[in-house]
């Protein structure tokens, strides 16, 4: 406060001495002014002009204008008389400048002011660059855009220099030239209140500091006392060692994390590798406040995730790394290098290593699920344990986890003294709750398979196949399949692995064993290859002797079948013998017994019309009815006789009769004889016309 009192009383006379000055320049500019209106000057009535470029015919005349020759005249200058012109010109002019002191200082400039000398003598003080009492050096007060008096040229100097413009998207870094030295464990200087570097007397009133500053610009435009503040943007970065993508704002893809690296503030305590989170400095984006609040240099806990931000690249460096991502399939046990205080939350039971919440150092009893995580690599690591099953092989594969890419199959001794190899696949699984206790027992899952699955499994089988013959455990593998599962079962379960099941691969015992088993297993198979060749000629003369037989045996049953045959069809004859016997019988017995009945109805029809009409009388009904029924003519149609003496009679009549029958018979009539008579008298000759047309 002192000072700025002290400030203002010297800034009071100077004030005063410049309004002085500034009112004798405007009297002196008033009266040169005043004397040049009344200087004479000679009118000449000649209207013409020898310069080419001035026409009168080149105005053109108003309208409804009367212009009276004789009140306007052209004015024709004297050389002479340009010079009281020229020095009253230079006068309003060089007065103003020179006793006046006037700058004008343009919109878009500021105006650095140097003074040249102090009246009273003052200097500035040691170590100083920057005059803020008035003395003689350059100014801390710049002026703003418009006219300002006082400035003698005797005594003042003022550059003018382009406000500061500050692009959209970039960002300014700035340099002090003067100001309060910065402390040593400081590498900036601190921010003061100064409305943005603008205002120098504050920035040096209040404390500012030289050299590169915490603070910074944004996008906009500044009026800045660049003989104070040298200010670096993008476009003059390469001149001060910088680049300019450094002064750009800083832009953080969305499925990276920054890890962040300040490099100012209070050294990280021994035994931290990261300084810890620091609330209220907008990540990093308020440096002041950073480190007003105790921040660390060096690494930071803290990172930052997607968008743009402000950084000072004086104060901060980031790192842009991918998010963590977890596979389907596996979780993520989190060890933490950095964070609160080591609290163990295994549990008592729990004695092969220490869990903690999330947030302290070690491993964290909470682990990380499938997905992307912004994770700081650089304090934590991620250990991926696999939740689906595992198979482990003891033998030249490999499965696509490479956990097993050391294993190789197992040499055992039997208790006959022979070694062999054995192979061996094991599936055990690990789960989501019990991984953070397998990594904090273990360290990692190749530890898990190099330090406990390896020998556990290793040994097993080692003492399990000296308790047996080679020849032995190849013929008993599944039992010591199923002996080893359950040991293993039991063994991983203290580990909190799930052993899921336990195969045993190929088995190579020795090859001279091998051999062995091989001569006496091919004569073994000869053997029984003989047997059954034996067996198969037995056979074959059963067939032979079974189809002989089954040949003679297919004649007898011919000859059994032909006599079976031949019975029947005797059998059959004489059933159809006494079958035809029996119908003949049987017909003559019905015919014989209709023609009964017939007659017995006849004789009692007879006897009954016999009774009604008498003997004579119903014979002679019978006789007209036989003649009615049957057609018979009683007379004849043609008679033929010889009484005429000729002997073409007869012939005759048959003509006659011929034709007669042609032209009257109808298919189906029957035709009565024809009765001739020989012309002697003889007996009649009868002729029969009943026959067809067709046979006639």
Known sequence: MQSRKNSFDSRQPNKIFRFATSLFASLAIATTIQAA????????????????????????PIAQLKIDS???????????????????GGLVVFVPLFFGGLVVIGEREVGIVIKKFDISGRKLPAGRLIALNGEAGLQADTLAPGWHWGYLPWQYSVKKEPVVVVPQGEIALIVAADGAPIPPERILGKIVNCDDYQDARKFLTQGGERGRQMGFLTAGTYRINTALFKIITAANANAHGMSAEQLRVYSLAADKVGIVTTLDGIPIPAGEMAGPVIDGHDNFQNTQKFVDAGGRRGLQEQILLSGSWNLNPWFVQVEQVAMTEIPIGYVGVVISYVGKAHQDVSGAAFTHGNLVNVGHKGVWVEPLYPGKHPINSRIMKIELVPTTNIVLNWSGRTERHSYDAKLASLTVRSQDGFAFDLEVAQIIHVGALDAPKVISRVGSMQNLVDHVLEPTIGNYFRNSAQDYSVLDFLTARSERQAEAAEYIKAALRCYDVQAIDTLIGDILPPAALMQTQTDR?????????????EFAQTQRQQLVRETALAEIQQEMVKSEQS????????NAQIKQATGQAEATRLQAVGEAEGIRAVGNAKAETYSAG??????????????????????VRLIPDVLVGGSNGTSNGLVDGLLSMILWNQQTAKPGDVKSPLEVKSHNGNSPLVVDFSANKSNQ
């Open 37 to 60: 209106s009344a200087a004479p000057t000679k009118i000449s009535t000649t209207q013409e002009t020898t310069d080419p470029s001035v026409q009168v015919s080149q105005v053109k």
């Open 70 to 88: 004789s009140k306007y005249q052209a004015m024709q200058l004297n050389p002479w008389g340009l010079i009281p012109i020229v020095i009253v």
């Open 563 to 570: 006599v079976k045959i031949a019975e029947l069809k005797a």
């Open 521 to 533: 297993k091919i004569a073994e198979e000869q053997r029984k290859t003989y047997q059954v060749q």
């Open 610 to 631: 016999v009774e009604a009409l008498g003997t004579q009388g119903y014979t002679a009904m019978q006789l007209m009815q036989i003649i009615g029924d049957r057609n």
